[in-house]
């Protein structure tokens, strides 16, 4: 399995300001997912993170808001842009390189606005 | 709307015992199923796949897959109170996976 080191583990931030979340692999992975957890619920997919091209977002999310880079087959980042509290949550990367048997996790960014 | 249902729990089991945590899904065309453990404050860490009818062993653990009724099942044998933690189960029809709320399973010792 891919290691995969994701920082910062964890922020308090200031709502209006914007946090960016790197997410590194040891090895070049075919897919990246941004997941997000709020407190006590299950993961949803933010975005799958295309190597070279704009992310594909899913319902609900917007780039202006989480935009997301991916330069290489082993590195992304995403941005949670102009905060508020409602974005408190734990932010995951997720990789993968066949969908079938199943996708790693980094170990979280717990982001906490205030 | 694709979704992935379990029930929220907490399951709570004797050690030893066996732990039976259930997930249905509502994509027919699903096509891999996982599950994932994720204990409290930490990532999620998977466990089982499972892609065909049928069961498969790993260990304590034995996956269960019925497409028919679009049911996936993880059994734990001799459950520990190192397996007390949420188990998230997870379906995917290609590279994007749809999770479930999770089992919180609570094993006493």
């Known amino acids: 399995s891919a290691v995969i080191s994701q920082k910062p583990s964890r922020d308090i931030c200031q709502r209006g300001t914007s946090l960016t979340i790197q997410c590194q692999v040891d090895s070049q992975v075919t897919m990246m997912f941004w997941y997000r957890q709020q407190p006590g619920q299950s993961l949803t997919l933010i975005a799958t993170?295309?190597?070279?091209?704009?992310?594909?977002?899913e319902s609900g999310f917007v780039i202006d808001k989480f935009p997301i880079s991916r330069p290489n087959l082993t590195f992304s980042t995403l941005t949670v842009s102009n905060m508020s509290p409602e974005d408190s949550s734990i932010y995951l990367c997720s990789v993968t390189d066949r969908g079938d048997i199943g996708a790693f996790f980094g170990q979280g960014t717990r982001l906490t606005v205030v | 709307q694709k979704e992935v249902e379990q029930n929220s729990g907490p399951l709570s089991v004797p050690e030893g015992a066996i732990a039976s945590l259930n997930c249905t899904y509502s994509d027919r065309g699903s096509q891999s199923f996982f599950w994932y453990r994720q204990y409290s404050g930490k990532s999620p860490e998977l466990i089982m796949f499972i892609y065909s009818n049928g069961d498969k062993e790993d260990g304590r653990f034995t996956a269960q897959l019925n497409k028919a009724s679009q049911y996936v099942s993880l059994l734990i044998r001799d459950s520990q109170p190192s397996d007390s933690a949420t188990y998230l189960c997870?379906?995917?029809?290609?590279?994007?996976?749809?999770f479930g709320a999770g089992t919180r399973l609570f094993v006493k010792a």
């Open positions: 993170a295309n190597q070279g091209s704009e992310a594909t977002y």
């Open positions: 997870a379906v995917s029809g290609g590279f994007k996976t749809i």
